[in-house]
């Protein structure tokens, strides 16, 4: 079965930093490429970063480039997100996410998101 | 960036009835491999989003076949041919062709 575990959400200061982590289990985690999309509370839905199956090729979304750093462990079957210079409007349930192989072809499998606050 | 506008943002609906949503791309989602990059996904409340549509008109293992995507270049559409009580929920599009990779606002279908 497939699962994907996100963790290290919680409250953090504007401008500190913190590192989601997804555990993935039940399938080749290192042949499939991997997206986080975050979702602000009671707002919709806005992809942060996708990543190769390989990590050399990442792509990241305007609002956090620079900030955001994607990267992944597929020895450990691991995907993290690094977040610093946090800002208040990146308080969201952060999401993992598995893309189908071969472009296009959708998000498959979700996580059930962990929460970021950025607050003081 | 592609900006993705979609209609209604609000959809009450009646069980057993059709429902349509709308999707706009601010271009197109061809590309040359001839693949047009559009998805479509439903998240339930209190849940985490699920794929439905995957190349604007395919449908993702699981999904029933009640649900369908059509549409090219810009325009696309997700059709309920009869919407069930658990199709409740905030539908999104996201085009796929370049970075960023973009949603629609939301369409929040509801029951009547």
């Known amino acids: 079965e497939v699962q994907l575990v996100e963790s290290g959400g919680g409250l953090a200061q504007p401008g500190g930093s913190l590192r989601l982590s997804c555990a993935a289990s039940?399938?080749?985690?290192?042949?499939?490429?991997m997206n986080w999309v975050r979702q602000a509370p009671g707002k919709g839905l806005e992809w942060v970063s996708d990543i190769d199956s390989g990590g050399s090729r990442i792509a990241y979304a305007d609002s956090v480039k620079g900030r955001f750093t994607t990267s992944r462990e597929n020895a450990k079957n691991s995907l993290s997100l690094q977040m610093n210079s946090l800002r208040a409007e990146d308080t969201a349930i952060y999401y993992c996410?598995?893309?189908?192989?071969?472009?296009?072809?959708?998000?498959?499998?979700w996580g059930q998101g962990t929460l970021v606050t950025v607050s003081s | 960036d592609i900006v993705m506008t979609q209609s209604p943002l609000s959809l009450p609906v009646t069980p057993g009835e059709p429902a349509s949503i709308s999707c706009r791309s601010s271009?197109?989602?061809?590309?040359?491999?001839?693949?047009?990059?559009l998805e479509w996904y439903l998240q339930k409340p209190g849940q985490s989003p699920q794929l439905l549509i995957y190349?604007?008109?395919s449908r993702a293992s699981g999904v029933p076949d009640r649900f369908s995507g059509s549409g090219s270049g810009t325009d696309f559409t997700l059709k309920i041919s009869r919407v069930e009580a658990e199709d409740v929920g905030v539908y999104y599009c996201m085009q796929t062709l370049q970075a960023p990779r973009t949603f629609g606002q939301g369409t929040k279908v509801e029951i009547k």
């Open positions: 996410a598995r893309e189908r192989t071969g472009a296009g072809n959708g998000l498959d499998y």
């Open positions: 039940g399938f080749t985690f290192s042949a499939f490429e």
């Open positions: 190349l604007a008109s």
């Open positions: 271009q197109s989602l061809l590309h040359s491999s001839g693949n047009t990059y």
